[in-house]
């Protein structure tokens, strides 16, 4: 019983407040379902900060034409070999740039209270009624006997 009053009680708290964009990437490169490993430890690597790599996370020089249609100055970063592994973001709102920092966990929490909104509202006032209805018939069997 704990469990569901916990769960009905967080039914109305409000959405985490969404992580602001930070830089562009593209449609084919955006995802929610967590960063990129990159490993250097056979050699270096080169990361794509600009998000428009068509070989992402890796730079193709996709940069070169997105900063001169957008007025930025991108440029891919260098991991050297030997390095530790990288996690490259794919969601564009860490401030990490070009690594995760974890916004995308907020973002997908935000994505899936929104598409379960519906069935939030059917289990916030469904449930009230139902357990009011329950517990009118449990009084009146009791009053019965």
């Not at 449609?27 to 998000?51: A, F, H, M, Q, T």
Request: a positive charge.
């Amino acid at each position: 019983m704990d469990t569901l009053i916990n769960y009905y009680s967080n039914l109305s708290k409000p959405l985490p407040e969404a992580p602001p964009k930070q830089w562009d990437i593209s449609e084919k490169n955006y995802s929610l379902n967590g960063p990129i490993p990159v490993d250097p430890s056979n050699g270096e690597k080169w990361i794509c900060r600009c998000g428009q790599s068509k070989n992402y996370p890796y730079c193709d020089g996709s940069h070169k034409k997105h900063n001169e249609e957008n007025g930025l100055n991108d440029s891919p970063l260098k991991v050297e070999k030997g390095s530790d592994m990288v996690y490259v973001c794919r969601c564009g709102h860490s401030k990490d740039k070009p690594f995760c920092d974890g916004a995308h966990s907020t973002l997908k929490t935000i994505e899936f209270e929104k598409e379960n909104q519906g069935i939030k509202n059917i289990i916030r006032y469904t449930f009230p009624l139902v357990s009011f209805v329950f517990a009118g018939i449990y009084l009146k069997r009791q009053l019965l006997n």
